[in-house]
């Protein structure tokens, strides 16, 4: 690929024939042509965070948080290559038709690397959950997959929202995210970190909030300390849109944009995602920043462009055609991540159904054809939908009845009239459960209650959740529908956490399946597990609490209480977590010390189910006040088990993955023993007794390891 160094070269040479006003325009997102310099006009802005968004029909694929459930980079990669051709196909055709519209470009404004700290937070299913670890390799194959290892880049990935962001969304323009050095370190730097040494991402979107008291798009320790002295990024930062307005207007942090546009150039922020890009002029006129200053802005913006071929007739992606968007290819992986993604929470011996057994069975709930639930946020067209309603009705065409029922709204009393009373569409559902044999459920969430603020016209607390239950008319409507006595699916989707408030133990719940926003394949994955084409294998991302009682104050960003690795909140279902068909074991495992870790191991599949799991491998630090209060994950690794099969499998870590954090931000080894566990799961005791799988625990001296 082009070295961003040579790519400046040319940069520079374009950019020196410029006026002045002529660069200041350029640092707006939306760049005007240039036309004596043969310069067409551009827009930065585009999504990609799980398929083409906004930009017509694309291959939508499970969101972000689904994706993350699936605990697999080259899956992860995969759809990023999937999601960079198409953008590829589409920017051809939109460029030779001269529209070079908002997400019409090759700058994307992906992945969303931030911390799912808690599961009220209405963006985190935009994220890969709440662990750094997962999030950093999970981001670095998604970049990696977007971008490409071609003479040029593919597409230009961006890390967002850099770094400390994560809800409240109803604060999130003037909200200050306080973190101490330790939590930086620990918990929201690292992903990012591994995206720029060692993904080499292109961009990196700085956020609304301030931290730690300064603004994040005008933040000198964050921006030029820790990006680009510490981490050595060479690429350009975007703000958030709207985001440098907010450092004056919400922040207060300067007296006017003029003051605001200066202090962001010089903190190394180029490009105003925004309308206040062009105070330059006045920032100009009066001292607060030089010609040179913008100048290498422009420059940073124009080697990305460079790198992505725009100035290059030859450029090897101008060929890829637009047949190949939303192609069978392309749904294919779609539908594998799909299945991947979902994760199963409870089967009390009752999944995979039988379908010789079944003549009747009833679909029932407001997300069951419900397409907007299949796509979570920032997604785009899908060419056909897969409704869970629909994926159930095809594979049980030729075999049996399919009753559907609305049964409720997602969260009004009314789910159609309001000249009704309330709960009308209640007493259909039970009729409908009242002739079959076993009812599925499909509830939960969809975009309109969760997500960023003012997106979807998000109906709680600006797209934030304010507990984990369901909403009221789906609790009541399972209720009902237990009454009937008839065996119940719950299909539950959501971008985050839920609780079914103590119905999960109901005798009659026989299985509880968190389905994500599944994408455009989501009824058909639904359907391959419930029917056994397929074995479900996705782990959960993310800690599924009892409720949000125990949780500390949603605003509070310290860490002492939150994640998997350091909860006191009782949990339903742990992070890791995820049921299948298959009987799998590990066993004989061997530790050997040398330059690195060697773990090996037998791993057994004791069924004639052929099975995919999730090997996770976690480490507790004794005898150290800077541990986690529990353990923390160090390595994971996707297999396939066939049927009745055994496999040696060899993981070697690094040692520095024992190392922990202390309260200057420093990674040191500290502590006197340190205890691997390994296993298909954490190695808590609910854990294991919601698998029925042993995790296998060693311990070693601390000095043994580190000499």
């Known amino acids: 690929m082009i070295p961003r160094e040579d790519a400046r070269v040319l940069a520079k040479e374009i950019v020196q024939e410029m006026t002045i006003a002529e660069k200041i325009d350029q640092i707006n997102f939306r760049a005007p042509a240039i036309p004596r310099l043969s310069i067409k006009e551009y827009n930065y802005w585009n999504e990609g965070l799980h398929g083409v968004a906004r930009a017509g029909v694309a291959t939508v694929f499970p969101q972000a948080i689904g994706l993350a459930a699936a605990f697999d980079e080259k899956l992860l990669q995969d759809v990023a290559e999937v999601i960079s051709i198409e953008g590829r196909a589409k920017y051809n055709e939109f460029a030779a038709l001269e529209d070079r519209d908002i997400y019409k470009g090759l700058t994307y404004w992906s992945p969303n690397l931030n911390l799912f700290r808690d599961p009220r937070w209405g963006r985190g299913q935009e994220t890969y959950g709440e662990d750094p670890l997962l999030i950093a390799r999970l981001g670095k194959a998604f970049i990696q997959g977007l971008q490409g290892d071609g003479a040029y880049l593919r597409l230009a990935a961006c890390a967002k929202h850099f770094a400390v962001h994560s809800g409240p969304e109803k604060d999130r323009h003037s909200f200050n995210a306080e973190a101490s050095l330790k939590d930086l370190n620990e918990f929201y730097l690292p992903a990012f970190q591994a995206a720029v040494e060692e993904a080499d991402v292109e961009s990196v979107m700085g956020s609304y909030n301030a931290i730690n008291g300064i603004p994040a798009c005008v933040n000198q320790t964050f921006l030029q300390k820790i990006l680009r002295q510490q981490w050595h990024f060479d690429g350009h930062v975007v703000s958030d849109y709207a985001a440098l307005e907010d450092v004056h207007e919400q922040h207060h942090y300067t007296k006017s944009a003029s003051e605001t546009m200066a202090l962001a150039i010089k903190a190394g922020c180029h490009l105003c995602a925004g309308e206040i890009s062009d105070a330059l002029f006045e920032a100009l006129s009066r001292g607060l920043v030089t010609e040179e200053e913008i100048t290498q802005a422009v420059v940073s913006l124009y080697t990305t462009r460079v790198r992505l071929g725009m100035f290059d007739e030859d450029c090897e992606f101008n060929a890829v055609p637009y047949e190949i968007n939303d192609s069978p290819k392309h749904q294919e992986v779609n539908l594998e991540a ?54 159930i009705q095809d594979e049980l065409a030729d075999s049996a009845r399919v009753y559907y029922a609305l049964g409720s709204h997602l969260f009004r009393d009314h789910a159609e009239s309001g000249l009704s009373k309330p709960n009308e569409r209640e007493s259909e559902a039970l009729i409908a459960a009242k002739y079959s044999d076993a009812a599925i459920l499909c509830l939960g969430l969809d975009p309109t209650i969760e997500g960023e603020q003012g997106d979807s016209g998000n109906v709680y607390g600006a797209g934030d959740k304010d507990s984990l239950s369901l909403p009221p008319p789906q609790k009541r409507l399972l209720t009902r529908v237990l009454e009937q006595g008839k065996p119940v699916v719950v299909v539950l989707s959501s971008g985050s956490a839920l609780s079914l408030d103590g119905l999960e133990e109901h005798p009659l719940v026989k299985a509880v399946i968190q389905t994500w926003y599944p994408g455009s394949f989501g009824g058909k994955a639904l359907a391959d597990i419930l029917f056994g084409h397929i074995s479900p294998s996705g782990k959960l991302p993310v800690t599924f609490y009892q409720d949000s009682c125990e949780l500390p104050d949603f605003k509070d960003y310290a860490m002492d209480n939150r994640t998997y690795q350091n909860t006191e909140a009782r949990v339903n279902y742990p992070f890791g977590y995820g049921l299948n068909y298959g009987n799998s074991q590990i066993t004989n495992v061997e530790l050997t010390i040398s330059d690195r870790i060697q773990l090996t191991m037998e791993l057994e599949n004791n069924s004639d189910w052929s099975i995919e799991e999730v090997l996770q491998i976690y480490v507790q630090i004794h005898g150290s006040s800077y541990a986690p209060r529990h353990w923390k994950l160090v390595d994971f690794k996707r297999i396939q088990l066939a049927g009745s099969a055994n496999h040696t499998l060899v993981v070697e870590l690094e040692k520095n993955c024992l190392q922990v954090v202390n309260e200057q931000g420093q990674r040191i080894f500290d502590g006197e023993r340190v205890t691997f566990h390994i296993g298909f799961s954490q190695p808590d005791e609910h854990s294991q007794r919601l698998t029925g799988k042993k995790v296998i625990s060693q311990t070693i001296l601390l000095s043994e390891i580190t000499g």
């Open 338 to 391: 799909a299945q991947r993604a979902m994760v199963l929470l409870k089967n009390d011996h009752f999944l995979p159904m039988d379908k010789k057994e079944l003549t009747s069975v009833a679909v029932i709930g407001p997300n069951a054809a419900n397409q907007l639930v299949l796509s979570g946020n920032y997604f785009g067209t899908a060419s056909k939908y897969h409704t869970f309603l629909s994926g």
